[in-house]
């Protein structure tokens, strides 16, 4: 298994000894993480996780709840990418949960910055979407984002969100969320989608899944991700490893 968005960066880990959480990576049967960018100030720290760890993969963007931070323009997000060990241009997108649409034109033109990046860099996409799905489908379609491709990470939205994302050649990730058991409308949409366009991921160190929520989430809990697919879908744990981990290595070119 790959676990396909992780912030093995962030201070939550700074006590935890990365060389014994990729221990217990190794013991749950999760071979690679991808540690996800989310300030230029910190992509340094991201980089060298990813340099240390053959296990590990670093990505570069800024997210799009980063209000005062450095702001990426696209020659120094494709200088960056340029780096062996970063695979993809993101986490980058729209959240319009804690500010409203008319006060973020900030983000959207980031967000395009990203998409146009991405394509001059020729690496995939990592968009973080909130309570902004029809902005966040104009924006991918109006930049051509379909030349990239990428992945909507830790998926909340509509089946018919998903469904038109994945139109424009992007995949689908998962996270402990799938697992809770108010997540009704989401365990549907796991369900429903092609195997050939889903991810696993865990978004550590949030939304650990069942068994651990409520703990620290680390790349070993993805493992519950697929387990809980696998259970939805009633197929094999082995079935889903096997499916996510070749569309994690193809999308990444890991």
Same mark, same amino acid.
């Given at each position: 298994?790959?676990?396909? %968005? #992780? %912030?093995?960066?962030?201070?939550?880990f700074k006590t935890a000894g990365i060389? @014994?959480?990729?221990?217990?990576?190794? /013991?749950? +049967?999760?071979? %690679?993480?991808?540690?996800?960018?989310v300030d230029l100030e910190h992509f340094p720290e991201v980089l060298a996780l990813a340099e240390a760890h053959p296990e590990l993969y670093a990505t570069v963007g800024v997210h799009p709840?980063?209000?005062?931070?450095?702001?990426?323009?696209?020659?120094?997000?494709?200088? *960056?990418? /340029? %780096?062996?060990?970063?695979?993809?241009?993101? !986490?980058? +997108?729209?959240d319009y949960f804690r500010l409203q649409r008319e006060a973020v034109d900030w983000q959207r033109e980031r967000f395009r910055i990203h998409i146009r990046a991405a394509i001059a860099a020729n690496k995939p996409l990592i968009v973080h979407s909130r309570?902004?799905?029809?902005?966040? *489908?104009?924006?991918?379609?109006?930049? +051509?984002? !379909?030349? #990239?491709?990428g992945v909507l990470h830790c998926f909340t939205e509509s089946l018919e969100m998903a469904e038109a994302a994945m139109a424009l050649?992007?995949?689908?990730?998962?996270?402990?969320?799938?697992?809770?058991?108010? @997540?009704?409308?989401?365990?549907?949409?796991?369900?429903a989608l092609p195997l050939d366009y889903i991810l696993i991921e865990t978004d550590a160190p949030y939304l650990a899944p069942v068994p651990h929520r409520g703990e620290r989430n680390e790349p070993a809990f993805v493992r519950h991700v697929a387990e809980e697919i696998a259970r939805l879908r009633g197929v094999s744990l082995a079935e889903i490893d096997a499916v996510t981990t070749a569309n994690t290595r193809r999308l990444f070119r890991i």
């Open positions: 298994m790959i676990d396909s %968005h #992780c %912030h093995l960066d962030f201070d939550a060389d @014994a959480l990729v221990a217990r990576m190794a /013991a749950a +049967g999760v071979s %690679h993480a991808l540690c996800i960018s709840d980063y209000e005062d931070c450095e702001e990426p323009t696209v020659d120094r997000l494709v200088a *960056l990418a /340029a %780096h062996p060990r970063v695979v993809g241009i993101g !986490e980058t +997108g729209l309570n902004a799905p029809d902005d966040t *489908l104009a924006i991918l379609r109006e930049e +051509g984002a !379909e030349r #990239c491709g050649g992007f995949y689908i990730s998962f996270s402990g969320i799938v697992s809770f058991k108010n @997540a009704k409308a989401l365990k549907a949409i796991a369900e």
